[in-house]
């Protein structure tokens, strides 16, 4: 059984707490144990230091200060992580700490954690919420969940969320959207191949066309978004001795933000013209919003140029919310989800200190 108050004696420590976080194993579906220590946390801050409202949704745990500042600021990280590779628990060799959750996202959150209880007099009322199940499927989200069931509980005038970013901004994300094209043929004895009519063979067109493709790089408000369109699966084949009537390619379309879905699917039905086209999985991507004031005196604070984000995150959830959003946490999100997951213990430090900068009023 994991002891609940482990957390509290690490608060003002990040590099200790992130370990501390990793020890407890949290893959999705786990998330109680690592749920029931946040809230421990997150109750003694309230105790100590700025007043917390605490709420909690299944293992989401929400805590929102209420001094009529005028402005909100929602800061969000998960708690789960993907199963583990024999990287629980956490080693360190020099600036370097390894682990499952290293940068995907336990150090995130233990940036979270220290912030919070270090802060004393926040410019801005703001919103701490640590969720379960984003590394599994999209109904499961926490945050999701949160969404549909609470949505007041989330009301912000911006977000930043904890992703791994190497202590800088990411604006928005890509959307991303699934597909599979469907190539229909008729069955036969492959001694007598020519009675039939070979699915395989006839997917064979659309792969080519998918490797001659060269997905472009399309700029939405000032950020370069790198597209791609890949290949990701394919099945087909009845037996060693039958022509297949069937063969299904499912394909992965990273769109940039500046596109809707409707877009993205339009898109790729032109692109498959002549295949029954199937849209299996869909989430929308979100604008970088850096034009924001809020975002614009982050950005200042971080004193760094803000890059895209490539892959999908939660900031599509507050861009649904009518909510600019940013990713901002330590860690380089290449190392997410591998055996050697690794965070750097200058990016804990630096994004702390950036992100207590900007929430301090007398910072």
């Known amino acids: 059984m994991t002891d609940v108050s482990r957390l509290i004696p690490h608060l003002a420590d990040p590099v200790a707490l992130t370990r501390e976080l990793i020890d407890i194993e949290s893959v999705s579906g786990n998330e109680k144990p690592i749920a ?4 421990a946390a997150v109750e003694h801050i309230s105790d100590t ?21 005028g402005q909100r600021i929602v800061i969000a990280g998960h708690l789960d992580t993907v199963p583990i590779e024999n990287n629980v628990p956490s080693t360190q060799s020099d600036d370097i700490i390894y682990g499952r959750g290293a940068c995907d996202m336990k150090s995130g959150v233990a940036m979270q954690l220290c912030v919070a209880a270090a802060l004393r007099q926040p410019a801005y009322d703001i919103t701490w919420v640590f969720y379960d199940h984003e590394e599994v499927d999209a109904s499961l989200n926490g945050l999701g969940r949160v969404a549909r ?37 008729v069955r036969a004895h492959s001694a007598r191949a ?16 998918l490797a001659d493709f060269e997905a472009p790089t399309i700029t939405v408000d000032g950020l370069d978004y790198r597209e791609s369109l890949s290949a990701v699966g394919i099945t087909g084949g009845v037996a060693t001795n039958v022509i297949p009537d069937e063969c299904v390619l499912t394909v992965n379309y990273r769109f940039a933000p500046s596109k ?3 877009d993205a699917e339009q898109f790729l039905c032109h692109f498959f013209d002549g295949y029954d086209v199937t849209v299996t999985d869909v989430s ?8 924001q004031d809020m975002a614009a005196e982050f950005v200042k604070t971080v ?5 895209p984000k490539l892959g999908w995150t939660d900031v599509a959830r507050f861009s649904e919310l009518g909510i600019p959003a940013v990713n901002y946490g330590p860690g380089d999100p290449l190392y997410a989800h591998r055996a050697d997951e690794q965070v750097p213990v200058s990016d804990i ?3 702390v200190e950036k992100l207590h900068a900007f929430l301090e009023a007398d910072s």
């Open 36 to 39: 029931d220590s946040v809230y």
């Open 49 to 69: 230091g700025v007043e917390l409202e605490l709420l909690r949704d299944g293992d989401t745990i929400v805590a929102r200060t209420h001094q009529n500042l």
């Open 149 to 185: 069931n609470h949505p007041d509980w989330l009301h912000g005038n911006f977000a930043i969320l904890g992703e791994p970013s190497n202590a800088g901004i990411e604006g928005g994300c890509n959307g991303t959207i699934r597909v599979e094209v469907r190539s229909t043929g």
């Open 194 to 209: 020519f009675v039939g009519v070979n699915a395989i063979h006839g997917i064979a067109p659309a792969l080519a066309q």
């Open 260 to 262: 809707t879905v409707d």
């Open 284 to 291: 929308p991507g979100a604008r970088p919003g850096l034009n």
């Open 303 to 307: 004193g760094q140029e803000p890059k």
């Open 349 to 351: 430090i630096t994004a």
